[in-house]
């Protein structure tokens, strides 16, 4: 069954790639977590106005395997916002040739905390 994408721009997206498969054949799961960090990374440095670092996978979820081809699209929203820290709610969805037509899938759900941090690498309000 084919979903929607979502209304919204995504955050990222990016192609699977044969040098991505894991043993299995699959695109490796490390693989879409970089790319989950690197999307909820963006929406949390806009948040903060500034640098952020990662802190905490707080949940991550694989829902169905990303293919070799599959386009891959990564969309992320800010769920809340601490003193220095801002979680982020990632959803990622695929685009792929089945049977010789397009469909999209949902494939992975993902929460991740990032802290807002100074030049002294410390960590800072978020305004």
């Given at each position: 069954m084919?979903?929607?994408?979502?209304?919204?721009?995504?955050?990222?997206?990016?192609?699977?790639?044969?040098?991505?498969?894991n043993?299995a054949?699959?695109?490796?799961?490390?693989?879409?977590?970089?790319?989950?960090?690197?999307?909820?990374g963006?929406?949390?440095?806009?948040r903060?106005?500034?640098?952020?670092?990662?802190?905490?996978?707080?949940?991550?979820?694989f829902i169905?395997?990303?293919?070799?081809?599959?386009i891959v699209?990564i969309?992320?929203?800010?769920?809340?916002v601490?003193t220095?820290?801002?979680?982020?709610?990632?959803?990622?969805?695929?685009?792929?040739?089945?049977a010789?037509?397009?469909?999209?899938?949902p494939?992975?759900?993902?929460?991740i905390?990032?802290?807002h941090?100074?030049?002294?690498r410390?960590?800072?309000?978020?305004?």
């Open positions: 084919s979903h929607k994408l979502p209304d919204e721009h995504a955050i990222l997206r990016i192609m699977a790639r044969p040098n991505d498969v043993i054949g699959d695109i490796f799961g490390g693989w879409l977590m970089s790319q989950c960090d690197i999307a909820g963006i929406v949390a440095s806009r903060a106005s500034g640098r952020v670092v990662t802190v905490a996978v707080k949940d991550f979820r169905a395997p990303v293919l070799v081809s599959d699209s969309y992320a929203d800010v769920i809340s601490g220095s820290s801002v979680s982020i709610s990632i959803d990622v969805y695929v685009e792929r040739r089945q010789g037509e397009e469909i999209i899938l494939v992975a759900k993902a929460e905390v990032y802290v941090i100074n030049d002294a410390q960590p800072t309000p978020i305004d």
